[in-house]
């Protein structure tokens, strides 16, 4: 898993050369700001939500919308075609397979391109005065569309024979707002910032209010390409190339800001994408194809290419070095990987292809802490084991959960325990107030056994 | 057929960006990072809790509990009352990515 992760940023620097290279932007300047890309501070920060990490497809996105502006709109039908697979041109085919794919990927930035593809299809139909422009934007929007539908099946298919269940996923409008894009947080660096004066700059704002991604700090570079893209307005820039940086900047910022559209989205529509400061990477890719945009025009006026080739490495250098911290969120012990690790294995020496009931009983999903014991944590039983079967992971609102949190009530009823099928009870004591289950004492004067320990010490196994 | 060493000095002129990307991006990984993930490939290296979350979708996508018209299903959470399809209460549509990882999962 950590090696998918670890792939992504290769294939997001591929993707964005790809992006640069389609406006013949040189191969080295694709090169450097593809990296600048990869290793924006939200790749770290979003390891918690390894799918969202992965953002690949943006800057194929970002090509997307910028050939909806074309004069020749895509996804027109060629009569004449010898062929069938020629009825529309290589542009067309590829345009229609990559917005699948971006539908197929992940569901936040396929809904964000849509959001980009109305935005840019409406400017376009008024630019070339031509009704073609928006209806290629809406077949983009019908693929992205079409892919999220596929996608869903299995939760659609759940739904249809198991009815929808009402307490998993529940949303409210509330929470576009509480997840909203604070532009602060994407132009100030990170609290642990290499250089000091930045450290000590972020540490001097303390946020009212505290959103998701409180540390979404786009990188240097493409900050200072995002307030290009925004003060070309001072300038009263007639280029088309910048009204369109403009346009779709503008678009993701009064989307995604706290109490923006997305709010309305949220109230009229579905409040179920309810995070839209999730959009941040594409406006870094907006933001680095300005600057890489910027660096080709610098690199055709300027006389000796070596200086050029020397700034452009100083770029990368002083870039990288600004979004990647000493520290960001890897915290990784061995001692706690290992700890976790043979405990599980002990167990599954006791128990071989036993059934554990794990406590405190921890709904799923998505809950707060409980004392120190995060949301999933009972996982870990899952994960390091190969043949045991976990309590954890009934879905809440089903009757197996109810009969399972039933069960795990306080004074435990042994015997029942026992019927239900358990060999073994297993307490994570972060879970309990000051890391002391008191059913600890139950356990021991009932099973007359010292119980299995973690080598932390902050899991114990009671075999039944 | 041999290719001749002009015309792999061409393509090598141009997708160099592709394949330089490719070795240096690793690199830089392990330069800022590569202690921590030497100590595990395979299980979080936070204690982030959605990332668990993560972890055991794709434990269970590799140990072939997972279909793309099926969804998710872990075969040993939720007992003793059977397997758990994760998909059908909650939507997880990043079914492209699971297959990348699928794939990726043979070689490793």
């Known amino acids: 898993m950590n090696i998918y992760y670890i792939l992504g940023f290769v294939f997001v620097v591929w993707t964005m050369i790809f992006l640069t290279r389609q406006f013949h932007i040189s191969q080295e300047i694709g090169f450097v700001v593809g990296l600048l890309y990869a290793f924006i501070p939200y790749h770290f920060f979003r390891y918690e939500h390894i799918m969202l990490a992965s953002y690949c497809l943006i800057p194929i996105a970002g090509l997307l919308l910028f050939w909806i502006w074309s004069k020749k709109p895509l996804f027109v039908f060629n009569k004449r075609s010898p062929v069938w697979w020629a009825v529309f041109d290589r542009k067309s085919w590829f345009a229609g397979i990559a917005a699948l794919l971006i539908g197929f990927w992940h569901v936040y930035y396929a809904f964000f391109f849509c959001i980009f593809v109305v935005v840019a299809g409406v400017s376009a139909t008024l630019y070339q005065h031509s009704r073609r422009h928006l209806i290629s934007a809406f077949i983009l929007i019908g693929l992205v569309f079409t892919a999220l539908s596929i996608t869903a099946i299995p939760t659609l298919y759940g739904q249809l024979i198991q009815g929808k269940n009402h307490e998993v996923a529940r949303r409210s409008s509330v929470e576009s707002e509480l997840y909203g894009l604070k532009i602060v947080n994407i132009l100030l660096p990170f609290p642990n910032h290499r250089f000091g004066p930045f450290k000590h700059l972020r540490n001097k704002y303390q946020g009212s209010l505290s959103v998701e991604g409180s540390v979404e700090y786009i990188g240097l570079i493409s900050s200072l390409g995002l307030i290009g893209i925004i003060s070309s307005l001072l300038f009263l820039v007639k280029s088309p190339m910048y009204s369109k940086f403009l346009l779709l900047t503008i678009t993701g910022i009064l989307y995604a800001t706290l109490g923006g559209f997305s709010v309305f989205f949220a109230i009229l529509i579905s409040p179920q994408i309810r995070c839209p400061n999730r959009i941040s990477p594409y406006l870094a890719c907006f933001a680095l194809f300005w600057v890489a945009w910027h660096l080709q025009k610098i690199k055709n006026i300027i006389p000796k290419k070596w200086v050029f080739y020397i700034s452009l490495l100083l770029l990368l250098i002083i870039g990288l070095n600004d979004q990647i911290a000493p520290y960001m969120v890897f915290r990784p012990s061995k001692d706690a990987i290992d700890s976790d690790q043979k405990f599980i294995q002990a167990i599954e020496l006791q128990i071989p292809n036993g059934s554990v009931i794990q406590l405190p009983y921890l709904s799923f999903p998505e809950v707060p802490p409980v004392y120190d014991m995060t949301d999933y944590s009972h996982l870990r039983g899952y994960l390091f084991s190969n043949h045991l079967n976990w309590s954890y992971g009934a879905f809440r609102g089903r009757d197996a959960a109810k009969k399972i949190e039933a069960i795990s009530r306080e004074p435990l009823s042994l015997l029942k325990i026992r019927e239900m099928g358990y060999a073994g009870i297993y307490i994570d004591r972060y879970g309990y107030a000051n890391h002391q289950p008191t059913i600890e004492t139950q356990l021991q004067n009932e099973l007359k056994q010292k119980p299995l320990e973690s080598i932390n010490k902050r899991f114990c196994f009671y075999k039944l | ?108």
Do not use: C
């Open chain 2, 1 to 108: 057929m041999f290719i001749s060493e002009k015309s792999m000095k061409k393509k090598f002129q141009h997708y160099w960006d592709y394949i330089i990307a490719a070795i240096i991006t690793p690199l830089i990984w392990g330069w800022y990072y590569g202690d921590h993930f030497k100590l595990s490939l395979s299980y979080p290296l936070t204690n982030q809790s959605d990332l668990w979350m993560g972890f055991a979708s794709i434990k269970a996508l590799i140990n072939g509990e997972w279909s793309p018209f099926s969804g998710i299903v872990l075969n040993h959470i939720g007992s003793p009352f059977g397997a758990v399809n994760i998909s059908m209460d909650y939507p997880i549509l990043e079914q492209l990515q699971f297959v990348f990882i699928w794939i990726i999962g043979f070689f490793f």
